[in-house]
């Protein structure tokens, strides 16, 4: 069994930071890409920043030079700091993790169950 527990979510005012955390648990034997998704009320789930077991990151147009993606492999967590927080960010924040179980196992897509951003005056 595989846990991915987020936190650090709230209510910010423009212009404002938080920084997310998402920390994978269980049986776990290599965790491969991380990322951050996020959806917004009546919108589709879409893609915010991607990093992959080695680095290399990846992130949506309209968070590039905002945001930052970054893991601690020690301890299976990955982070995201968000900077000049716009009140169109706010959306319900979702970790996600490709996670095998055990030595030739295929990854399989794990997700957290999500922590709510608000940026509002």
């Known amino acids: 069994q595989v846990q991915l527990v987020e936190s650090g979510g709230g209510l910010v005012q423009p212009g404002g930071s938080?920084?997310?955390?998402?920390?994978?648990?269980?049986?776990?034997?290599?965790?491969?890409a991380m990322g951050w998704y996020?959806?917004?009320?009546?919108?589709?789930?879409?893609?915010?920043?991607?990093?992959?077991?080695?680095?290399?990151?990846?992130?949506?147009d309209s968070v590039k030079g905002r945001f930052t993606i970054s893991r601690d492999n020690a301890k299976n967590t990955v982070y995201l700091q968000m900077n000049s927080l716009k009140p169109e960010d706010t959306a319900d924040y979702y970790c996600n993790a490709e996670?095998?179980?055990?030595?030739?196992?295929?990854p399989y897509d794990y997700w957290g169950q999500g922590t709510q951003v608000t940026v509002s005056s």
Not at 38 to 46: D, K, L, M, N
Not at 52 to 59: A, H, I
Not at 99 to 106: E, L, P, W
């Open 18 to 32: 938080l920084r997310l955390s998402c920390a994978a648990s269980g049986s776990i034997f290599s965790i491969y």
């Open 38 to 60: 996020r959806q917004a009320p009546g919108e589709q789930r879409e893609l915010v920043a991607v990093i992959t077991s080695g680095g290399s990151t990846n992130y949506a």
């Open 99 to 106: 996670i095998a179980t055990f030595h030739g196992a295929v």
